[in-house]
């Protein structure tokens, strides 16, 4: 009885403080003025002007290799994009969406008969699948939940992207 009641006691703190920890974190140092994302270096870099603030190990699409054509090819896009939404209620943690398609990506599409597809994202993991496979997304940039509440705090929407092979 000793023992349940000292079980019962413990899940009890720890599911008190557990619910005091918030997802959503402050930040109050330089702006993030800019993105710069190397795909083959799974390199992510958040930057105040030439400076970097913070650097990430990434995850990508499931096959990393060449730029996102079409919806469903598994590639992250390369080029120059934006933050354009956040997503605080995203399946992944977190998330930011990037303006992918922009209009090169659709006239590309087009040309090729083709849908760009979309809905890409700078996102966590969501659940522990993502550590068991490099570049599982379905052309997203990947984190970890924690490192996404860092980016999510210090990045706002309208944010320049540069997503680089």
Known sequence: MRLFFRLT??????????????????????AVTKIIVFKNARAMHL??????????????GFEPRGDKKVSGDG??????????RRNPRSRFHLSLGINYPN?????EAKALGKDPGGDIF???RGNPAGLLVRDWTWGCIAV???????????VRTGTPIAIYR
Do not use: Q, W
Request: net charge neutral; proline share 3%.
């Open 9 to 30: 006691l413990i899940m009890a703190l720890l599911l008190a403080v557990s619910g005091c920890s918030s997802k959503f974190r402050t930040y109050d140092g330089p």
């Open 47 to 60: 930057m105040h002007n030439k400076k970097v603030l913070r650097s990430y190990r990434i995850d990508l």
């Open 75 to 84: 590639r992250t896009p390369e080029g120059l994009y934006f933050i354009d």
């Open 103 to 107: 209009a090169r990506d659709r006239a």
């Open 122 to 124: 700078i996102h966590g």
């Open 144 to 154: 970890s939940n924690d490192e996404m509440e860092e980016i999510y705090a210090m």
